[in-house]
Nanobody
């Protein structure tokens, strides 16, 4: 399985970025997918999820600002990030998700290439 995130960069506070994740080697359309991020010195956290039925959910820290979507025909996952803040600075990764009890998720595969997002003036 290959998970290749792209689209990161340097953006000013209040700006926007759109991340993409090209997925290969798995049945993309049947899997729930998620975007994680890891800031320096912090644990990796799940910020957005989308099920095979396109039901979405977000961490409170990004709710109302980020939008996750998927293109099953292109095996690609997206994350539209608006109103970016310095605390959004992190390396962003995508992964397929395994549902756990208690409405939680765990990553299904080894981590692929992430993409750096830096929010700074």
């Amino acid at each position: 399985v290959q998970l290749q995130a792209s689209g990161g960069g340097l953006v000013q506070p209040g700006g926007s970025l759109r991340l993409s994740c090209a997925v290969s080697g798995m049945l993309f359309n049947v899997n729930a997918m998620g975007w994680y991020r890891q800031a320096p010195g912090k644990q990796r956290e799940l910020v957005a999820t989308i099920t095979s039925a396109a039901t979405t959910d977000y961490a409170d820290s990004v709710k109302g600002r980020f939008t996750i979507s998927r293109d099953n025909a292109e095996n690609t996952l997206y994350l539209q990030m608006n109103s970016l803040q310095p605390e959004d600075t992190a390396v962003y990764y995508c992964n397929a998700l395994r549902a756990l009890s208690g409405a939680t998720w765990s990553p299904l595969y080894s981590w692929g290439q992430g993409t750096q997002v830096t929010v700074s003036s």
